[in-house]
T-cell receptor
C-alpha cells in the first residue's frame, strides 16, 4: 500500500519566517509534486521533481523553493512566509509509467501565516 | 479560461438518487482523464480513470466525449457515504503532470 507522509498536519508561522514542509513516500516513486489547495481555486502545482536533485517549476512557484536530496523525500521551502501563503499544502508521488498517471497524496499540511 | 472546469455545486440529492457531474477540458491533446474523490479535510484519492471508451466500476460510470471535450461521472443509487467533493482531472501533454478542476461537491441526504 502506497504511503505518503507529511511532517505536520497543522502549522502556524509568523510573517517572514522560513518554513520547511517535508514529504516522504515509501513506494520508490520517481515523481514527486507539491500543490497548494485553496477554496474555489482547486489544486495548483507549485513544483515537481522527476528525479533526485531535479526540480521543475509548476504554475505558482513564486515565493517557494524545493529540495530533493533523496528519492523518497521532497521538501517545500517558504523562504519568507507571507500571509497569502496561508493554505493547504499537499504532496503527491507517482511512478514514471506512461500507462498510469495516478498520483498518491499525503494527508496535507494546513499552514497558517499570521 | 481554466483548463479543467467543473460546476462547484453543491448537488444535494436523496439517498438512492442518480446524479451526474460534467467537466470540460480545454486541451484537446490530453489523452487521459480521471475522477478523484476528496472527503472533507482529507487528501484526494483516485476514484476511477476515464479512457476513450469510458469506464464503469459498480455504481460509478465515467464517460469521455472527445468531440465536445467533456467528461462525465454518473453515480447510481447514491449512498450517504458518497458525500464528498469530486475532482475532474486531466493529464498534461503526457508529462506525468495532472491538471485538477476545482471540484464538484455532492451532498447525499437521508
Amino acid at each position: 500500500d502506497v504511503k505518503v507522509t507529511q511532517s505536520s498536519r497543522y502549522l502556524v508561522k509568523r510573517t517572514g519566517e522560513k518554513v520547511f514542509l517535508e514529504c516522504v513516500q515509501d513506494m520508490d516513486h520517481e515523481n514527486m509534486f507539491w500543490y497548494r489547495q485553496d477554496p474555489g481555486l482547486g489544486l495548483r502545482l507549485i513544483y515537481f521533481s522527476y528525479d533526485v536533485k531535479m526540480k521543475e517549476k509548476g504554475d505558482i512557484p513564486e515565493g517557494y523553493s524545493v529540495s530533493r536530496e533523496k528519492k523518497e523525500r521532497f521538501s517545500l521551502i517558504l523562504e519568507s512566509a507571507s500571509t497569502n501563503q496561508t493554505s493547504m499544502y499537499l504532496c503527491a508521488s507517482s511512478l514514471q509509467d506512461m500507462g498510469s498517471y495516478e498520483q498518491y497524496f499525503g494527508p496535507g499540511t494546513r499552514l497558517t501565516v499570521t | 479560461r481554466k483548463e479543467v472546469e467543473q460546476d462547484p455545486g453543491p448537488f444535494n440529492v436523496p439517498e438512492g438518487a442518480t446524479v451526474a457531474f460534467n467537466c470540460t477540458y480545454s486541451n484537446s491533446a490530453s489523452q487521459s482523464f480521471f475522477w478523484y474523490r476528496q472527503d472533507c479535510r482529507k487528501e484526494p484519492k483516485l476514484l476511477m480513470s476515464v479512457y476513450s471508451s469510458g469506464n464503469e466500476d459498480g455504481r460509478f460510470t465515467a464517460q469521455l466525449n472527445r468531440a465536445s471535450q467533456y467528461i462525465s461521472l454518473l453515480i447510481r443509487d447514491s449512498k450517504l457515504s458518497d458525500s464528498a467533493t469530486y475532482l475532474c482531472v486531466s493529464e498534461m501533454d503526457s508529462s506525468y503532470k495532472l491538471i485538477f478542476g476545482s471540484g464538484t461537491r455532492l451532498l447525499v441526504r437521508p
